[in-house]
């Protein structure tokens, strides 16, 4: 099946910095690509949408300036947690939808996750 | 989006099938049903889809009751690496974006 790859694995920064985290399609291509954050023993929450060439469209709740996406490629999308504090520690699932396929048949690709621990 | 109710968690011995129920009574005519599963510390995994056929594929099958309002995920013959959360998601393919929204799946342990 199709690739996501995510970019780092997993980071551990200071309070107060900033991390960005790389989601790429590695061997299709995808104008829609979603980011999810996974708490421990919960499920997955979805943060935003993010379109190719246009703004991120973020769930009710979730702070757009502090977590800021960018969808630069049709194989790249980025999400940056901007001042982080140690409650957004967390694991961050990026997904991509391959558009070649037919929209009914559409799959979503998921990514390996980022864990990301804030001091 | 139309909800989906799951066991919270689920037994089974190896090597012997399985069945993940899932229910759906207020799914709409446009709303595949889609089932993910992840293994624990990794990204979810795609599994099945249908729309009112059941389906099968090399991981799994797919039943779905006539009435679309339930449907169950067949593991043929599981194994060790089949222990993971299992999720049913209805997706609206007719819908802007039809975004995937979690439950809280079935947590499927299997033992040797």
């Known amino acids: 099946g199709a690739v996501v790859s995510q970019h780092p694995s997993r980071v551990i920064c200071k309070s107060g910095t900033s991390v960005k985290i790389e989601c790429r399609s590695l061997?299709?291509?995808?104008?829609?690509m979603f980011w999810y954050r996974q708490f421990p023993k919960q499920s997955l929450m979805l943060m935003a949408t993010?379109?190719?060439?246009?703004?991120?469209?973020?769930e009710q709740g979730v702070e757009k300036d502090k977590f800021l996406i960018n969808h630069a490629s049709l194989t790249l999308s980025t999400l940056t947690v901007t001042s982080a504090h140690p409650e957004d520690s967390s694991f961050y699932i990026c997904?991509?939808?391959?558009?070649?396929?037919?929209?009914?048949?559409?799959?979503?690709?998921f990514g390996p996750g980022t864990r990301l621990l804030v001091l | 989006d139309a909800k989906t109710t799951q066991p919270n968690s689920m037994e089974s011995n190896e090597e012997e099938p399985v069945h993940l129920p899932c229910n759906h009574s207020?799914?709409?005519?446009?709303?595949?049903i889609h089932w993910y599963r992840q293994l624990p510390s990794q990204g979810p995994e795609y599994v099945i889809h249908?729309?009112?056929s059941n389906v099968n594929n090399r991981m799994a099958s797919l039943a779905i009751a006539e009435d679309r309002k339930s449907s169950t995920l067949i593991l043929h013959r599981a194994t060790l690496r089949d222990a993971a959360v299992y999720y049913c998601?209805?997706?609206?393919?007719?819908?802007?974006?039809?975004?995937?929204?979690f439950g809280t799946g079935t947590l499927l342990a299997v033992q040797p």
């Open positions: 061997d299709f291509q995808a104008t829609t």
């Open positions: 997904s991509a939808r391959d558009h070649t396929a037919a929209r009914a048949q559409e799959t979503q690709y």
């Open positions: 207020t799914i709409s005519g446009t709303d595949y």
């Open positions: 993010s379109n190719e060439g246009s703004k991120a469209t973020y």
């Open positions: 249908g729309l009112t």
């Open positions: 998601i209805l997706r609206d393919q007719g819908g802007a974006t039809n975004k995937l929204i």
